[in-house]
């Protein structure tokens, strides 16, 4: 495995950004987002070695992980995005970087999908170790992936966050519409009745395996939300945060615990 002997705070002074995403390392993508920040500071890219879509927030615990150089502050793990933010912080940043950039993704991060988002996640534990932290995704067009727009806005955005910063465990999923944007959107996220389809197959010695697709998806009307900015050739900017609680149903949930407590009572 490939060690680095001393970190780069004895090296680069200046404003570090890690790059990560969820495409893996060679994606065209994270080398656009790469190039594109590189104005603004130190540039580190670590990233899975190979592709590791829709892996969500999962970390690596039951074997080892290998740590590769590609390139001048180009690093690969043969893990997840939240392994790689982890990894850049322990051994090769020996530190916390200014920000955590997470993408250009290859397809569109909106509404519950990122809770599948390996790329949203790598931002989300950015956020969880005190990092301001940007996930960027692009949706999908009829012709070749072109990141230039993404990478542009991007950019911007990372230029406003390193000035302005990001409260506590809060960080910003910024999705680009395909071709050139009319402008920019801060957003909610958005809700849709999801359908995942399963499709059960069998293999020639007649064993049963399994297909996990995409359903169709029925989006509820929220003109604020990051779906409906992006029909409308908007970038959508959505600050998300670590804590899940339902808070408005604190109350209900007391409710039905006293009630349990009482029921137990009167047996």
Not at 49 to 61: D, I, K, N, P, Y
Not at 82 to 94: E, F, G, Q, Y
Request: charged share 20%.
């Amino acid at each position: 495995m490939f060690a680095l002997e001393r970190g780069y705070n004895d090296v680069f002074p200046m404003t570090r950004i890690l790059v990560t995403n969820d495409d893996g390392v060679r994606s065209t993508g994270i080398k656009a987002l790469a190039d594109a920040l590189a104005p603004l500071g130190q540039v580190v890219v670590l990233a899975p070695l190979r592709e590791a879509s829709a892996v969500g927030h999962a970390l690596t615990l039951h074997h080892p992980l290998r740590l590769e150089r590609l390139g001048e502050a180009v690093y690969a793990v043969d893990g997840t995005p939240t392994d790689c933010v982890n990894i850049a912080v322990s051994s090769v940043l020996r530190g916390l970087p200014d920000l955590v950039v997470s993408g250009i993704n290859k397809g569109l991060n909106v509404g519950d999908d990122v809770t599948y988002s390996g790329t949203v996640s790598g931002a989300l534990e950015a956020a969880l170790l005190g990092v301001p932290a940007i996930a960027v995704s692009l949706q999908q067009g009829p012709d070749e992936w072109n990141f230039s727009h993404a990478a542009r806005r991007a950019r911007v955005i990372a230029q406003g966050v390193l000035r302005t910063g990001l409260p506590a465990r809060t960080f910003l999923n910024v999705n680009v519409p395909r071709g050139r944007p009319k402008g920019v959107r801060v957003t909610v996220q958005g809700k849709r009745n999801h359908a995942t389809t399963v499709t059960e197959r069998h293999d020639p010695r007649g064993r049963p395996y399994f297909w996990i697709g995409e359903g169709q998806d029925e989006w509820m009307a929220n003109g604020d939300s990051d779906y409906e900015a992006i029909r409308a050739r908007f970038v959508s900017v959505t600050p998300l945060q670590s804590d899940m609680t339902a808070h408005g149903a604190l109350t209900l949930v007391e409710g039905i615990l006293r009630k349990r407590t009482s029921a137990r009572g009167r047996r």
